[in-house]
């Protein structure tokens, strides 16, 4: 497998376990802002300098999400 294949598996289990321990998706929103920090926190500790390629990610996924709620689709 390769470490794309391995990350997608991760998620999956983890969003399948996020729906086991709280299954109302209204609920989830805490967790993902957690998600995002931890992720930021990973994203500027080798290198303050990827704090503007997470800045980055965080735009490209705001566009995401507005075309996700436009259109139904991904």
């Known amino acids: 497998m390769s470490n794309d ?5 991760l998620l999956t289990e983890t969003a ?3 729906k ?3 299954s109302n998706p209204s609920t ?3 967790w993902l ?3 995002m ?3 930021e926190l990973q994203a ?16 490209s996924l705001q566009d995401s999400l507005r ?3 436009r259109t139904g689709s991904w």
């Open 37 to 39: 920090k931890q992720l």
């Open 67 to 69: 075309t996700r709620l």
């Open 20 to 22: 086991r321990l709280s």
């Open 44 to 59: 500027t500790n080798v290198s303050p300098m990827d704090s503007d390629l997470y800045r980055e990610m965080l735009t």
């Open 16 to 18: 399948q376990e996020i």
């Open 28 to 30: 989830w929103q805490p």
């Open 33 to 35: 802002v957690y998600l």
């Open 5 to 9: 294949d391995d990350l997608r598996d």
